[in-house]
Nanobody
């Protein structure tokens, strides 16, 4: 069982930055790919980015490439989402999620159904 807790959300002006954190429980954190998703009101939950268990692989949805960066610290059981050059359309509840992937095998996944554990979410609001 893995428990995930996000933090770091808030209100920021367009062009600003935020850093979201996700704290994970458990002893095998490095065995999980970690994804970030977001959900705006009236929309489905959408993939933002992913980092493999080792931290050696990342990928992002096109709309955030070059602006968002995912990193992780396996010693601290933490994953981060650094968000720069924020836009009003980035406003959403942001979720971290964990997908079992030992030794980075099958690490890559972009759909909600591919993830095993979810946090409760943190609100990010970008004002224009």
């Amino acid at each position: 069982q893995v428990q995930l807790v996000e933090s770091g959300g808030g209100l920021v002006q367009a062009g600003g930055s935020l850093r979201l954190s996700c704290a994970a429980s458990g002893r095998t954190f490095s065995s999980y790919s970690m994804g970030w998703f977001r959900q705006a009101p009236g929309n489905e939950r959408e993939f933002v980015g992913i980092i493999s268990g080792s931290g050696g692989n990342t990928d992002y949805t096109d709309s955030v490439k070059g602006r968002f960066t995912i990193s992780r610290d396996n010693a601290k059981n933490m994953v981060y989402l650094q968000m720069n050059s924020l836009k009003p359309e980035d406003t959403a509840v942001y979720y971290c999620a964990a997908r079992k992937s030992r030794f980075d095998i099958n690490w890559y996944a972009v759909t909600v159904e591919d993830y095993d554990y979810w946090g409760q979410g943190t609100q990010v609001t970008v004002s224009s």
